[in-house]
Each structure stands twice: as C-alpha cells, then as structure tokens.
C-alpha cells in the first residue's frame, strides 16, 4: 500500500472497542447464567476468534455488527468437536486456557504461525499447579487442556508482568475450590477484575509490602449482565501519535477508555510536550471513558529530565504502544529509550527488531538493545519501503510514521490491520488533509 504523507489531521472519530475488554466481555458472558447483551464489541479479527471458539464450545452468539449477544452456559461448555482456532490472538488462547482448565473434557488450542511461535509455559505452569494437565509442543501451541474439576486454588505470582497470565488464573480460579490468589509487582491492565465485578464476582484487591493482592473465591457461579466497551485507547494511540506530530492538526477522538493501567500513553505524550486533552470523562460498565482532543504541535520537547526514557512498570504499561512511540521518539528533541521491554520480542513479531528495521530504512539512527532500543531525534524520516512483518501494530505504527515522512512510502503487509483494527485506513483517510 502507498501512503503519502499528510499535512495535517482534522474532524472527530471513534475507534472500535477495546480488544482487551471485548474478549473479557465474551468469554465471562460465556460463563455466566443468562443473555448477556454487549454493545461497541470489537471489530477486530482477534475478537472474532474470540466469538467462534465461544461457539464451538457450545455457547450461543448473535452477532450484528458490533452488538453481539451471549447466552450463557452457566460455567457448563461443551466439548468442541475439532481445535479451537485462536488465529493470531495470544489473549484468545491464555485466556481460554484458563476456562477450559475447569471443564469436564479435554480441547487443543492451535493458532497461526504467530501465535505458534509465542510462549505459552507461562500459562501452563500455573495451570498444572491447580491441577489441570496440559501439553504443548515445547511450550507452543497447539496446546491441549485436559480439564480437571473442581481445580485447586493457588497463591501465585507470575514470572512475567502479563494481564494475560493474570488473567488466565483468575479465569481457572471461578472454577477452583478456595482462594485464588495472584501476587503482581507491576500493575498489568486490570479489565479482568473489573468485568468480573461487573458481573457480580467480588474481586478483592490489596496492596502489600509493594507487592498488588488480587483474589477471588471459587468455585463461583453468576448471572448475565448487558455490558458497553469503550473504544480501544491502544487503537486510537496510532492517532494521537500522527495528529500530535503533524502541527496544525486538531482531532477529536471520541469514547476512548481511560482505564489508569491502560492510559499511561496519554500522560507520556504530554511529557514529551503533546498538546492532548481529556473531555467528558465519566465511568461506563466499570471503566473510565472519555473524549481525547489532540493538537499537532510544531516541536516535541520533554517537560523534565529523564521524560524521554520508557523503562520499568511504564514499559509494561506501554507495552502494546512503545511501536508508535518509538516512531514519535524520532521527532523529540533528545530522543526516546526504551527499557526493560524484552516482552515485546515475544509479541506478533519480534517488536523490536520489527521497529528496529523499519527506523532505519526510514534514516533514523537507532541503536537495538536486548530489551529495547534507543532512537536519536529529532530527525526528519525518509520515505522508504517498509514492513509490516504481518504484525498489526507495525503496520499501524509506520503508516503514521510514513505520513509525516519527505516522500510517498510503500507498506507491505497493511491488511494485518484487521487483526485489531480494520477500520484503520478507511478512518485516517476520512480525516487527512
Ligand atoms: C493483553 C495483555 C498484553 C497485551 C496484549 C493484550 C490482554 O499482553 O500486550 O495486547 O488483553 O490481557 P501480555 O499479558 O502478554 O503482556
């Protein structure tokens, strides 16, 4: 695809609903008792994994447009007659895990050659523990769980930062005789424990010693509730990033969740001197929304020492941003680092690397680090052939880099935008000037 840079971005959008929230939404409505009605669900291909595994397991799903409707089953599913094909989506497949660890039958779990390639011990080990019995291809999908009911509860703190691992846990624990306990020392995105209180599950959550308590007492049953998701603020991040770095720009970006363990993006801008504001924020469904009004500023500059380095839990909470922040950082004065990020080379690609090679065809002077990379700025990029490597954030964060580059840019791969975003193109073309 060729993308031609822009002088500026104007008007107002939505982006679709969260990913995160949306597979949450459908997999809890799944198990709970009742039609649950979920409204603004994802468009994305991830989450429409997400929905077909739910139906092969039995579960009822209606869906028109983005209004899907769930029928539960009550915490019962049934056993698929093939694989449940989680496609490219790493939450599809831990988050699943986690339910299908309390079933009554066995299912495997495959996914695309991506997915394939991601780590999955992370989910298996917990799940052994509460008794489940899983294999895998050397910690790789296809993974096959063999339910065990009722699970054992355990007191666990996760090797790695990952909402998804946290998340599995919980999921097993509304199926597991006790307390389930998770012990984090970053805080990762907490939309599981939310929507479970939405749903009427008490998610007790404490803080000790530095360390997060979150747990919950199993096993647990609960009845259907209609839930609305908020647009996805890693999606509309792509925006904020192009709007902000080409000045003249004002856009209005409406509905976008707040969440505090997801909108760290927003107050990291402003430090690098975006001109970025919060209008109409309220609480929807348990989750901090509102209206995101972003100018182009002519010079990014950071507002204190030590604003332009990315480490620590704010690379966690960064962590499906630090893409298009890495192609911001080639426009602030200084430049940006990124640290303790190693997690992004087990994403949908090696995201360093991927963000690594695509810089530099664009003439940045970027030096790749084991677990991040640093970017010199400010620098003007150069039109270049650039990659998606089949990864949807990629693909998003260098059409914005190639709309503020000298020259017409060629992207290979932009059709992975629909893994999680596939109104992408359509929306920046509607609001380009
Ligand atoms: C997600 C958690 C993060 C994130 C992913 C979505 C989730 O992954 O990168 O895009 O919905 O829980 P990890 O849990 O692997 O960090």
């Known amino acids: 695809m060729k993308i031609i840079p822009r002088k500026s971005l104007q008007g107002r959008l939505r982006v679709p609903g969260d990913k995160s929230i949306s597979h949450r939404a459908a997999m809890i409505a799944a198990l709970a008792r009742g039609r649950s009605l979920l409204s603004n669900f994802s468009t994305s291909a991830d989450c429409a994994s997400t929905l077909d595994c739910l139906r092969a397991l039995g579960v009822s799903v209606e869906r028109d447009g983005t209004t899907v409707v769930i029928e539960g089953r009550g915490g019962d599913l049934s056993a698929p007659s093939s694989a449940l094909d989680c ?28 997915l394939s390639r991601r780590p999955m011990r992370r989910i298996i080990e917990p799940l052994e523990l509460m008794g489940a019995k899983l294999s895998s291809q050397e910690g790789h999908a296809p993974l096959t769980v063999n339910g065990q009911r009722p699970l054992r509860a355990i007191d666990y703190e996760p090797p790695v930062a990952s909402a998804q691992v946290k998340s599995c846990v919980l999921l097993a624990g509304l199926q597991a005789a006790g307390c389930t ?32 308590l979150i747990a919950l007492h199993g096993p647990k049953r609960f009845s259907a509730r209609d839930i609305s998701i908020p647009g996805d603020i890693s999606s509309a991040t792509f925006f904020l990033a192009a709007a902000t770095l080409l000045p003249g720009s004002e856009l209005v970006i409406e ?57 620590g839990a704010l690379a966690a909470e960064l962590i499906d941003e630090l893409p298009a922040l890495a192609v911001v950082g080639t426009r602030v004065a200084g430049g940006l680092e990124i ?23 664009m003439g940045a002077e970027v030096e790749e680090r084991p677990d991040g990379l640093r ?39 932009a059709a992975s935008v629909a893994v999680s975003f596939p109104e992408f193109f359509d929306l920046l073309e509607a609001v380009s000037e």
Not at 203 to 208: F, G, L
Not at 377 to 393: F, I
Not at 395 to 411: G, I, K, P, Y
Request: hydrophobic fraction near 40%.
């Open 375 to 413: 970017v010199a700025g400010p620098a003007r990029l150069r039109a270049a052939h650039l990659e998606s490597y089949g990864d949807h954030r990629i693909a998003m964060a260098f059409a914005v880099a190639a709309l503020t580059a000298d020259d017409a840019s060629e992207l290979s791969g």
């Open 87 to 114: 496609g490219n989506s790493g939450t599809t497949m831990r988050l699943l895990a986690g339910i299908l660890a309390g079933q009554t039958f066995s299912a495997t779990l495959t996914g695309d050659e991506s």
């Open 339 to 361: 640290r303790d990020a190693a997690e992004l080379r087990v994403k949908e690609s090696d995201r360093i690397r991927t963000t690594v090679e695509n810089l530099r065809a």
């Open 181 to 212: 306990r998770i012990r984090e020392r970053v805080h990762t995105r907490d939309h599981t424990e939310r929507m479970l209180r939405w749903f009427g599950v008490p998610v007790e959550e404490r803080e000790e010693g530095g360390v997060r």
């Open 255 to 311: 509905e976008v969740g707040l969440n505090r363990t997801r909108a760290s993006v927003i107050g990291f801008l402003q430090k690098l001197g975006a001109d970025i504001q919060i209008e109409r924020a309220r609480v929807e469904c348990n989750e901090e929304i509102g209206d995101l009004r972003v100018r182009g500023v002519e010079r990014l500059k950071p507002t204190a020492n030590g604003a332009n380095i990315i480490s």
